[in-house]
């Protein structure tokens, strides 16, 4: 059973940064593709970055300059650095990490942690 345990939310002024963090239960790098997403009240959930297992990197348009995805090996964590915080950025932010399953792809979520961009 995959574990991921996302941190670092907070409330933060425009302008701010914030580092959020997902520790696995097993290795960053075993997943075919890891990622952050995040889901603002009365909207659909969506694509904040995603990092494939040989180190591609893939942003969502409005992210790309501001925040940055990274793992650590040693600490089974993977990372969202962001920067230029907009009001917009308001958020729930899930952790999801993906690996093949027989005939389809298995996802796994973390319980989400919670950013607020103040103005």
């Known amino acids: 059973q995959v574990q991921l345990v996302e941190s670092g939310g907070g409330l933060v002024q425009v302008g701010g940064s914030l580092r959020l963090s997902c520790t696995a239960s097993r290795s960053v790098f075993s997943f075919n593709v890891m990622g952050w997403y995040r889901q603002a009240p009365g909207k659909q959930r969506e694509l904040v970055a995603t990092?494939?297992?040989?180190?591609?990197?893939n942003y969502a348009e409005a992210m790309k300059g501001r925040f940055t995805i990274s793992r650590d090996s040693a600490e089974n964590t993977l990372y969202l650095q962001m920067n230029s915080l907009k009001p917009e950025d308001t958020a729930a932010y899930y952790c999801?990490?993906?690996?093949?399953?027989?005939?389809?792809?298995?996802?796994?979520w973390g319980q989400g942690t919670q950013v607020t961009v103040s103005s």
């Open positions: 999801n990490a993906r690996e093949p399953g027989g005939f389809r792809w298995l996802d796994y």
């Open positions: 990092v494939t297992k040989g180190g591609s990197t």
